[in-house]
């Protein structure tokens, strides 16, 4: 039994595991805030393996992945990236929101990623083969788009795909009293306003609800907030900005929990 | 001056004000318009699980037979509502509501009719069954709506106890006669009604029949007016005058007739147009236009003095109907040509500041690889700060930034600009510039500034009669150099006819999907909705539109829009995302804010 808590959604657990038994890279699709992160973690204790995370942004370069020359006393030594500690001595590499890399940053994973399952560094002209437990794992969110930005194909046909979405109604309301310890009835509501607040699209809102903010705001209510108020600030106030939407929203709200003096 | 006669009128306005206020109980102090929600209730009816495509408009009166108690017939009200109902395309709301005595009700009313339109369409049916089992879903998952609801009915029936039979209903009576009739009692404006029937009382969801269809292209053109009108028809073929047309008992409201000219394609007459938003019925003619009408059609089709080249023998290419949710395979013919007969022309001296001033912004984007030394960490040790630094006596108070990283930054784009070029572009944006000149010089700026940039691009300019012609006008293709006899073309394009959007950019797709580089950009101008002469308009252009646009996305295109559409742009979202579009306000700025646009796509 693992520490982490995670409902399964699917096939999920089954497919990660057989990926890792063969050897395969995974990438995860999926919406902010739907137990992406939660999932690896979950899978890392589950098989019992480091996770190193890396938190993708777009000053990430090769040698934060890979490592880079340091100084000491006794002139420069070399230092591994987390990419190179997992390929070393094995354990999950997770690359979160990959998208957000340079592309030419991701190249790197091109060798990892296939048959071959080196990593060469031509720094130290060194060519690492992978530790049998080496897994690389992949994640983004497809919601945004700008022209510039996107997975090579190149890259994304090297891996074994998931889409997450946010789990279904049952499950998401097992999942909120499950973080929350919220009641029932209180947590069916907020699985209500979410479902319908995912019904909007992009071109009211940019995205919808994750099952994150609904356990924020079950949280709140456990603490004793009033349940209008708990929604106003966890769930309205983070997705939007625009008045119309936030009235609407309020709107929205008010009718599932009765705003009370 | 004091007038007898003018006394007299305001003597009976003022009557009617008092007579229909005291019939009326409405509370004026509360009303609540639709235009300043209409925003906010659009995103309620994505919320509730209403269709993305369908609209929200202000409904019109509608005639309802009731009794009518003395005070209303003496003040002729009580027989006009203005009720809330939805068909296929749209939801009709009434303009202003004032049932209730504050304003939070009378707004909430609002948000109780979009809930109740997204249920009434999901449940079966009829009338009185949809309205009740919609009403019931409502209260049982929403607390607020129950809150609501239950004061509403009770103020409602206060003020007319013809209403009460709302409140009655139940599941075991939905069928009974009674109430049946008393359907046809008083409206309830807590509900949702189906459209308007052919007999002018309001048919049963069942057998929803639109007005006046009587051959398929007369429907289509009613369909201009927005709003539906309780419509009869009239013979008017024998020359007799329209002295009969109106029944003697209904002198009280207005019946005009207007040579509205139905029958005839685009003949639009404002006046009778203005003239018909203020009338209670339209009567619709069977009179076709007379000559004169029909030669000044043929002659506003202008000559075509361009020596055109057809490439091949045009294309077949889908579409998308979202009726019956499948592809029409081969439907559309999509004729690519190329205009042959063109004069070189060199860059016209008023547009040459602008360009100037663009490249200078376009220079100002650094596009060479950059080595960035001293970085206190980076890719790699620059050796010469290394062994500066290694040198240097007082180690510890030397900075450490002896590393160096490279940025690269490439642009690896193709461009495809798909421009309108419908007859709508013929528009006069101000007395001399009209809007397909704006886009003459705005491909221009364009180009010249994507030149400069070395980004490749390519020019297509589309319109399109029907769905067997789609006209595909090459301008410039990738390969192609940009040199004089480019402006030569972008010169010498005309307005052409309709604006089939869906076709033409499946076919703008095929093109950039061959080409090899990592993005592509498609960028659509246009000056407004997708349509065509056929059914291609209203909910099916844009339906298909926006399936157009999803394929390229599919297929690792960016679409992007950009519109000189005054009016609104409810649709520009749904069809490209809500970043995915821009609206220009002053279409004489186009030129300008083109280049813009694509700098800001692609920093």
Redesign the interface.
């Known amino acids: 039994m693992s520490k982490t808590y995670y409902l399964s959604q699917a096939n999920e657990i089954e497919l990660f595991e057989a990926a890792e038994e063969m050897n395969l890279p995974m990438l995860i699709k999926g919406p902010t805030g739907c137990g992406k992160t939660r999932f690896i973690e979950y899978m890392g204790e589950k098989l019992k393996r480091d996770v190193y995370t890396v938190v993708c942004h777009d000053d990430l ?3 934060d992945l890979v490592g ?2 340091l ?1 000491n006393e006794n002139g ?1 030594y070399w230092q591994d990236g987390p990419l190179t500690k997992a390929v070393r001595n094995g354990g999950i590499c997770y690359l979160d929101e990959i998208i957000e890399a340079r ?2 940053t991701t190249v790197v994973l091109h060798s990892l990623a296939d048959y071959r399952r080196v990593l060469p560094i031509d ?1 130290t002209g060194e060519v690492i083969e992978a530790h049998p437990d080496f897994m690389l794992v992949v994640s983004y969110n497809p919601g ?5 930005k ?1 997975m ?2 190149s890259t994304k046909q090297r891996f074994i795909s998931l889409s997450f979405d946010y789990p279904k109604a049952d499950i998401e309301k097992e999942i909120i009293i499950k973080e929350s310890g919220v009641d029932a009835e209180v947590a069916q509501k907020l699985v ?1 306003i979410a479902g ?2 995912r ?8 995205e919808a609800v994750s099952t994150r903010l609904l356990v924020y705001s079950a949280k709140l209510i456990v603490k004793g907030f009033n349940p209008y108020q708990a929604c106003m600030h966890s769930i309205v106030e983070s997705l939007s900005d625009e008045d ?2 936030l ?3 309020e ?2 709200i ?5 705003k009370s003096e | 001056m004091f007038n007898i006669l003018e006394f007299e009128e305001n003597a009976g306005k003022g009557w009617e004000k008092y007579i229909s206020k005291k019939a009326d109980a409405s509370y004026e102090d509360a009303r609540v318009y639709f235009n300043s929600h209409s ?2 209730l ?3 009816y ?4 209403g269709e ?1 495509g369908k609209e929200l408009h202000v409904t019109d009166k509608r005639f309802v037979k009731t009794s009518r108690s003395l005070l209303e017939r003496i003040s002729t009200s009580g027989s006009t509502f203005f009720l809330s109902w939805q068909d296929e395309k749209a939801l009709y709301l009434p303009a202003s509501v004032a049932y209730f005595p504050t304003k939070e009700q009378n707004e909430m009313l609002y ?1 109780w009719l979009t809930a109740m339109a997204v249920q009434t369409s999901s449940h079966s049916g009829k009338l009185l069954a949809k309205n009740y089992y919609a009403t019931q879903t409502l209260l049982q ?5 129950r ?1 609501f609801y239950e004061e509403a009915l009770n103020q409602l029936v206060e003020h007319n106890e013809r209403l009460s039979f709302v409140s009655a209903l139940n599941m075991e009576n939905l069928e009974d006669e009674i109430f049946l009739e008393n359907l046809n009692e008083y409206p309830c404006p807590l509900w949702v009604y189906p459209p308007l029937g052919k007999n002018g009382t309001y048919s049963d969801f069942e057998d929803e029949v639109e007005p006046n269809r009587g051959d398929e292209e007369q429907q289509e053109k009613s369909e201009t007016l927005e709003m539906k009108k309780q419509a009869n028809k009239m013979d008017d073929k024998k020359e007799t005058d329209g002295f009969l047309a109106f029944l003697p008992e209904s002198i009280m409201s207005i019946l005009e007739q207007v040579n509205v000219d139905r029958a005839e394609d685009d003949s639009f007459d404002e006046d009778a147009l203005y003239n018909a938003e203020d009338l209670d019925e339209i009567t619709l003619g069977q009179k076709s236009a007379n000559l004169s009408a029909r030669i000044k059609m043929d002659l506003e089709l202008s000559p075509n003095f361009k020596e055109e080249y057809p490439l091949g023998d045009g294309k077949f290419l889908d579409e998308w109907d979202y009726s019956k949710q499948i592809y029409l395979k081969n439907y559309v013919k999509l004729k690519p040509y190329l205009v042959t007969n063109i004069e070189p022309i060199e860059l016209e001296p008023r547009l040459k500041k602008m360009i100037k001033k663009i490249e200078g912004e376009i220079d100002l984007m650094e596009l060479d690889r950059v080595k960035n030394n001293r970085l206190p ?5 620059n050796l010469d700060t290394w062994i500066d630094y290694k040198g240097h006596k007082n180690k510890s108070g030397h900075h ?1 930034k002896f590393y160096e ?1 490279f940025e ?1 930054k490439t ?1 690896d ?1 193709s461009t495809l600009i798909l421009a309108d070029v419908s007859l709508s572009t013929e528009a006069g944006i101000t007395q001399e510039v009209r809007i397909i000149d704006v886009i003459k010089d705005g491909l221009i700026v364009f180009a010249e500034s994507l030149n400069r940039l070395n980004d490749k691009f390519a020019i297509y300019t589309f319109s399109s009669n029907k769905n067997t012609n789609v006209r595909f006008e090459i301008v410039k293709n990738f390969n192609e150099k940009y040199t004089d006899n480019t402006r030569g073309r972008i010169d010498a394009i005309k307005p052409g006819y309709y604006t089939r959007l869906g076709a033409a950019i499946r076919e703008s797709t095929k093109i950039l999907e061959k080409q090899k580089t ?2 592509k ?1 498609l960028l659509i101008i246009s000056d407004g909705k997708p349509n065509d002469v056929d059914r291609y308009d209203g909910r099916y252009g844009i339906e298909d539109t926006k399936k157009s646009i999803i394929e390229a996305r599919k297929l ?1 295109i ?1 679409p992007f829009g950009i519109t000189v559409d005054l009016e609104s742009k409810d649709y520009l ?2 069809l490209f ?4 579009y821009t609206v220009v306000r002053d279409g004489k700025k186009l030129p300008k804010v083109l280049p813009e646009v694509y700098m800001n ?3």
């Open positions: 370069s090769a040698a880079r020359h100084i420069t592309k030419d720094r945004y788009q700008n022209v510039l996107g090579k194909p209500n319908e607040i019904q909007l699209t992009d071109s009211d809102i940019q119309e939407v009235e609407v929203l709107k929205l008010s009718l599932h929990f009765v | 925003k906010s659009k995103i309620f994505h919320l509730m699980g993305q948000f998952k929403y607390d607020g709506f809150l960490y980076g890719d790699e040790i450490q990283s690269r642009r784009m990592e993005n950009l690792g960016t979202p749904y995302g809500k970043n995915g796509l692609t920093k």
